[in-house]
């Protein structure tokens, strides 16, 4: 539970950071750039070298490799349905993540 | 297209915006640590790369754009949502740094320094993100 407890805390205050440089940045485009910092993944594999050693960590960071072209092809599709649509965002960002899973987990599959 | 710096820009930011962004990242973090422990290290890892505030994030923009345009008495919410699309086309060049990153980490966490492991492939992730995002700007 403590473990638990200090990823929410750690991963929290990583992404957090992340999102604040975000903010302060123009253009969007570039800002942007900050919404696909390795936040969870810093926080991640920080706490899990030290609890399950780099060979567990190594194992998470190859399988990332898939969830990063899910999260390519999932924000590119975000992008172009807003900008084709005028679609409201929340339901655009909201409405595909069944495409990050679609991908990451068909590329896990595959591999 | 310069790049430019805003502090002034987090004072639209209320309160209860930053909070979600914690806890989402902090449940996202929570929850991979979780998956990771009972599927195994492949599936926890493809966790490290979910869109987990990216929905709050872009809802913000579009929310913050709208509201620059009306106080200037425009209602124009077509700009906002252009603005968030902008941010998502920014995540996707982002997420070519992402890859880099885990590539890095994959080649080096074993037989060295965490931090510098970590502190390399971070630098690793914004050279290449920068670099996608100029070469994105220049061709286009």
């Known amino acids: ?111 | 297209m310069p790049i430019e710096v805003h502090p002034s820009a987090l004072k639209r930011t209320k309160w209860h915006e930053y909070l979600v962004r914690f806890v989402f990242g902090g449940l996202i973090t929570a929850a991979a640590g979780i998956i990771a422990k009972k599927f195994g290290p492949e599936v926890g890892g493809l966790f490290l790369a979910f869109p987990a505030i990216f929905p709050a994030t872009a809802t913000l923009v579009e929310k913050h754009e709208t509201e620059k345009k009306r106080e200037k008495g425009q209602n124009d919410i077509v700009r906002g949502r252009d603005a968030a699309a902008f941010d998502a086309a920014g995540s996707a060049m982002g997420s070519v740094g992402l890859f880099v990153f885990a590539v890095l980490v994959l080649q080096f966490i074993q037989g060295h320094s965490l931090w510098l492991v970590l502190a390399g492939a971070t630098l690793c992730w914004l050279a290449a993100s920068v670099l996608t995002w100029w070469i994105r700007m220049r061709v286009l």
């Open chain 1, 1 to 111: 539970m403590i473990d638990i407890l200090i990823r929410f805390a750690v991963g929290g205050l990583v992404v957090s950071v992340f999102s604040v440089i975000g903010d302060m940045l123009k253009p969007k485009s570039f800002a942007g750039l900050f919404g696909a910092a390795p936040s969870v993944a810093l926080a991640t594999l920080a706490l899990t070298v030290r609890s399950e050693g780099a060979a567990y960590a190594a194992r998470e960071a190859h399988s990332m490799m898939a969830g990063c072209i899910a999260f390519f092809i999932y924000v590119s599709a975000v992008s172009w349905i807003i900008m084709r649509y005028k679609l409201k965002t929340l339901w655009v960002a909201v409405g595909a993540v069944p495409v990050w899973f679609a991908v990451a987990f068909g590329l896990w599959w595959i591999r």
